[in-house]
């Protein structure tokens, strides 16, 4: 029997838009500059927390699909991090 909202453009699609989107509106108010300083906040410590505080929702859906045991929105969500994951990556080094 196939699972409800087992679908991996769901998965993927969740997760590469919502951390963009916490960043979009949060932004302005959590430090105070325009999204033009975003350069200069780059490799800030600061920003490099506040990337990963980004994701948190993204890894919520990871671990709904993992124990309700939604394969696919599992595979698309990993998928869907990666770019996240590699700008983390290029930002600490």
Known sequence: MQKKFDNFLLGFSVCII???VIFAFTWEAVSQSTFSEITIWLHQPVFLNYVIMCQLPSSLVLFWGYKT???RVCKGGILGIVPYLMLLIYLFV
């Open 69 to 71: 045991e939604r394969w």
């Open 18 to 20: 919502l951390p963009f």
